[in-house]
């Protein structure tokens, strides 16, 4: 089962929306290959995008601008893991990708009903755990941290992993 089935839009507010990832918005989004870079190929993402929720980022305009994947009952059930999130480096610092993550986050709470949400940062991507920070998750110890893999293939990447319980 997919989040909100059926349904064109799954969160929508004055800056963002989210949606279903489409094949079609996947192809206009020429940058992903060199984010996801050198963590990761389009292989990769394409096997961790079959296992999980893809989610468009559009703009308030209907632009896509991102895209997140969104882990189901992982890294255990009731849980949720946003895989990863990636904005077009040419929509990046305006906040958008801060109201992004806050709005995956959202919305693995209401439609999945998950009570923790956490978020693997991989090594050397520093900006990310500021990023994440900032929108109120917490570095767990490495006895806290969950035993899977952190990243997009089954293969763990050294790293971070961060938590954001239910309020």
């Not at 893809?54 to 896509?64: E, F, M, N, P, Y």
């Not at 110890?141 to 997009?152: F, I, K, S, W």
Request: negative net charge.
């Amino acid at each position: 089962m997919r989040l909100n089935e059926g349904s064109d839009q799954l969160v929508v507010n004055s800056r963002i929306r989210l949606s279903p990832l489409t094949k079609d918005a996947l192809i206009e989004m020429t940058w992903l290959e060199a984010a996801l870079s050198p963590e990761w190929t389009m292989a990769d993402f394409e096997v961790a995008r079959s296992r999980s929720e893809g989610i468009l980022v559009s703009d308030a305009d209907g632009a896509a601008i991102g895209l997140a994947l969104l882990g189901r009952d992982f890294p255990s059930p009731g849980d949720a893991t946003i895989l990863m999130l990636a904005v077009d480096p040419a929509r990046r610092y305006r906040g958008l990708g801060g109201e992004a993550g806050l709005a995956v986050e959202a919305l693995a709470r209401a439609q999945l009903g998950a009570s923790r949400v956490y978020v693997g940062v991989p090594e050397g991507r520093g900006l990310a755990v500021y990023f994440w920070l900032r929108l109120g998750f917490r570095p767990l110890g490495v006895a806290e941290a969950p035993d899977v893999p952190l990243g997009l293939t089954s293969e763990s990447k050294p790293g971070i992993w961060m938590l954001r319980e239910a309020a």
